[in-house]
């Protein structure tokens, strides 16, 4: 990839960054900035702020970075992180009472969306050829993101099948005051999808399905960590939730990182 290229994910990681720092500071330090939410979303808000300053601020900036020093990989791990924050400021542009952060919430939306589309377009436009012989490290890949996304869909569907079928809100669903569970909205109609189709392509041995399987195994590692850390604030703030939880998240988020790290090491890249 071009380094002008590099030079506009960085500069789009930079302002980013800024922007996602700024509203996660003022978020976790302005007491009562999220009083019209349930005490139950607060803390989760709260939580994701953290988060997103502590974690995903520095790892965007190293991966944009990385990309920018033409390497590959970085370039897609970068677009992992894109995807993370893409998918929470979803939330937190739907599912946060209006405040006087709301155009900043769209803003962070909106750019790491049309990042996330212009990094796609660069890469299929890219001259490059992507290659994994067909071992192991494929093959338990795939069945590990076909499982999950499957799992994942038994978990949601567990939890919203019984409250369809009582025409009652689910209990989680009340506890946080909103309409519906933007998580559910998300994971049941797009990312676990998209993660079972990528789990089709490494298993078949398709191109895409090695890029895109480092992209969602980036956004699982960092979206794990993320749900084990709420859980774990979620009982400190004595909400009913578990630390088995949180030390649960532990286990596909290190099968997450593994996998990750063992991709990496498979990936061939030749330019033409």
Not at 111 to 140: D, E, H, M, N, Q
Not at 147 to 174: D, M
Not at 233 to 262: R, T, Y
Request: proline share 3%; with cysteine.
């Amino acid at each position: 990839m071009d380094n002008g290229s590099g030079k506009i994910i960085l500069s789009l990681s930079i302002l980013l960054s800024i922007l996602i720092a700024g509203a996660s500071s003022i978020g976790m330090s302005t007491p009562g900035f999220y009083a019209k939410e349930t005490f139950n979303w607060q803390v989760q808000s709260v939580g994701q702020d953290m988060i997103d300053l502590f974690m995903i601020v520095p790892v965007l900036i190293i991966t944009a970075i990385l990309d920018y020093r033409n390497n590959y990989v970085g370039g897609l791990l970068w677009a992992g992180v894109i995807v993370y924050i893409l998918y929470t400021f979803i939330i937190f542009s739907f599912d946060i009472h209006f405040n006087r952060l709301f155009v900043v919430y769209c803003l962070i939306l909106g750019l790491s969306f049309y990042s996330l589309a212009w990094f796609i377009y660069r890469r299929i436009k890219s001259p490059f050829i992507i290659g994994i012989k067909k071992t192991a490290v494929t093959r338990i890949t795939g069945i590990f993101l076909i499982v999950l996304s499957l799992s994942f869909y038994l978990l949601w569907l567990s939890k919203v099948i019984p409250g369809i079928i009582k025409n009652t809100a689910p209990k989680e669903l009340i506890e946080t005051g909103l309409m519906t569970n933007p998580v559910q909205v998300i994971d049941l109609s797009v990312l676990l999808p998209g993660i079972f189709i990528t789990g089709l392509w490494i298993l078949s041995g398709k191109p895409r399905g090695f890029l895109f399987t480092i992209i969602i195994l980036t956004f699982l590692v960092l979206m794990n960590i993320t749900i084990g850390w709420l859980a774990f604030m979620m009982k400190q703030k004595g909400l009913e939730s578990s630390l088995l939880v949180a030390i649960m998240m532990a286990v596909p988020s290190l099968m997450s990182f593994v996998l990750l790290l063992w991709n990496i090491k498979q990936v061939k890249i030749k330019t033409t």
